[in-house]
Nanobody, 123 residues
Framework: VQLQASGGGLVQAGGSLRLSCAGS????????MGWFRQAPGKEREFVAA????????VYEDSVKGRFTISRDNAKNLVYLQMNSLKPEDTAVYYC?????????????????WGQGTLVTVSS
């Protein structure tokens, strides 16, 4: 079971990035999926999560209205569209799979984790 996150990079404040998470060896399509991030010197924090069909989503307050989580179950892909990026969004972003179907903010619910992709937002 592997999750592969990609799409990170360096962007100026106000810019956009789209992160992707590809699942292999696991049924991502029947799992709720989440994105978390960890900034230097800080603990990992919840960013966004989507239910197994994508119909229910939850977001951390600071990204509401700027980030959008979506999924393509046919392709075993989950996306995080990030707009209006701010320097405080700089972090390593991780995707994760929860075997339950409802989205969760709780990182302990997530069973599988990707390796992370670095997002750097310059001011």
């Amino acid at each position: 079971v592997q999750l592969q996150a990609s799409g990170g990079g360096l962007v100026q404040a106000g810019g956009s990035l789209r992160l992707s998470c590809a699942g292999s060896g696991c049924t991502v399509s029947v799992s709720s999926m989440g994105w978390f991030r960890q900034a230097p010197g800080k603990e990992r924090e919840f960013v966004a999560a989507a239910s197994w069909r994508g119909g229910s989503t939850v977001y951390e307050d600071s990204v509401k209205g700027r980030f959008t989580i979506s999924r393509d179950n046919a392709k075993n892909l989950v996306y995080l569209q990030m707009n209006s990026l701010k320097p405080e969004d700089t972090a390593v972003y991780y995707c994760a799979a929860d075997l339950a179907r409802a989205p969760s903010r709780d990182p302990t619910r997530y069973v599988y984790w990707g390796q992370g992709t670095l997002v750097t937002v310059s001011s």
